[in-house]
């Protein structure tokens, strides 16, 4: 547990934001807030080079734990190639470089394939997209369904494969992707193979992203295994070794504070340490702890009100057991992707040092891994 100090000890003043003045709006705009740092740097630039038409590629799959900021990473790739391509996507208004969407998770009942593809083809403004949905309204819902009559799997299979066609994309960007796997069973699998064999015959690079679970996906067949880049979005370590993560993982906290929407900035750098192993190296986690801490802030009442204090974060922090649950998980995840990582060929104490990395073990060589610029992630 954090240790306590006084409110002089955490708080440092600062000029009130006038510019964002209900609680709400506090909260919102916190939410908002995307952290570069060296980690989502080393990802986001080895997503770019693993798309490009000539990598050899189908998929390429993002693993790391939860919480270590892949959303973020995929959003800023589908800003990435939307820039890249913004003065074709003028020239030609069919042209749609990039789509992007959710896995949502398994539910009771039984995952429908054909709902799989309406996303994807909605996004693609497939021309008779209205013959393949019906919108259902109940109790003030909206849903949208296939009709089974005109959207059959295989139907939808060879509509999104000519829409990726038609419309020249690039890049299909799937989020929590491992979500498939708890919805696909049996001959299910079958399906979800077919599903992306048809995004990548539409000519499109296929982006995944997930927890380790998504690793199973490498044992489906090995037709599709080798067509697959795999890139780990590891979490930062602590420890003799990883200075350079720790000091990572304090300027991400730095971050945070700085742009806190509060009279008071909070200063917590004292405890940067505790907080990253509270948070089990991830950015995501230490973010989601200050969006809590920050409404706990913003609901103190009188004085306390927009002031901070350790005990606003302490009670914003995960449990021990959470955490436990968390960190047993990715300490597994760690283990079982040393396997499916690229090395340097034949040299067999590169892949021993690859291994090394994931599983959170030190190596005194520099990495080269972070030389992307940070600040340009987000820019």
């Not at 630039?45 to 189908?58: R, T």
């Not at 369904?145 to 690039?170: D, F, M, W, Y």
């Not at 990883?242 to 509060?262: H, K, V, W, Y």
């Not at 959170?360 to 610029?373: A, C, D, L, V, Y």
């Amino acid at each position: 547990m954090v240790t306590t100090c006084s409110r002089k000890e955490v708080c440092t003043n600062s000029m009130q934001n006038s510019s964002i003045s209900s609680d709400e709006e506090k909260r919102s705009e916190f939410q908002k807030l995307k952290i570069a740092h060296p980690r989502i740097a080393s990802v986001l630039a080895q997503l770019e080079q693993a798309i490009l038409p000539d990598s050899g590629f189908d998929i390429v799959m993002v693993v790391g734990p939860t919480g270590v900021g892949k959303t973020s990473v995929l959003e800023a790739l589908n800003k990435r190639i939307n820039e890249q391509h913004h003065q074709e996507m003028l020239a030609n208004p069919g042209f749609i470089p990039c789509i992007r969407f959710e896995i949502p998770e398994p539910g009771p009942k039984q995952f429908a394939w054909s709902t799989f593809y309406m996303e994807p083809l909605m996004q693609l403004n497939d021309p008779v997209i209205k013959r393949k949905v019906q919108t259902i309204v109940n109790d003030g819902i909206t849903s949208i369904k296939p009709l089974t009559s005109h959207a059959n799997v295989a139907a939808l299979q060879t509509a999104l494969k000519r829409g990726l066609k038609i419309r020249g994309t690039r890049a299909v960007i799937i989020d929590e992707a491992a979500h498939l796997l708890g919805h696909a069973h049996g001959l299910d699998l079958v399906n979800l193979t077919n599903a992306f064999k048809s995004m990548a015959n539409g000519g499109a690079t296929i982006v995944i992203a997930g927890s380790y679970d998504l690793l199973k996906l490498m044992d489906l067949n090995a037709q599709l295994s080798r067509r697959i880049c795999v890139i780990h979005f590891d979490r930062y370590h602590h420890g003799p070794g990883f200075e350079e993560d720790e000091g990572a993982f304090r300027n991400s906290l730095t971050q945070m504070q700085n742009t806190m929407p509060t009279p008071e900035k909070p200063n917590f750098l004292q405890y940067s340490l505790p907080l990253q192993q509270r948070c089990i190296g991830c950015v995501g986690i230490l973010k989601e702890v200050f969006q809590r801490a920050l409404l706990n802030v913003l609901k103190a009442k009188g004085r306390d009100k927009g002031i901070w204090t350790l005990d606003h974060l302490n009670k914003a922090l995960l449990s021990s057991g959470t955490v436990k649950v968390i960190e047993n998980d990715t300490t597994k995840g760690e283990t079982e992707i040393c396997q499916y990582l690229n090395n340097d060929g034949l040299d067999v104490d590169q892949q021993s040092r690859d291994c090394n990395r994931a599983k959170g073990i030190p190596k005194k060589e520099m990495r080269n891994s972070q030389s992307t610029h940070v600040a340009e992630v987000f820019a």
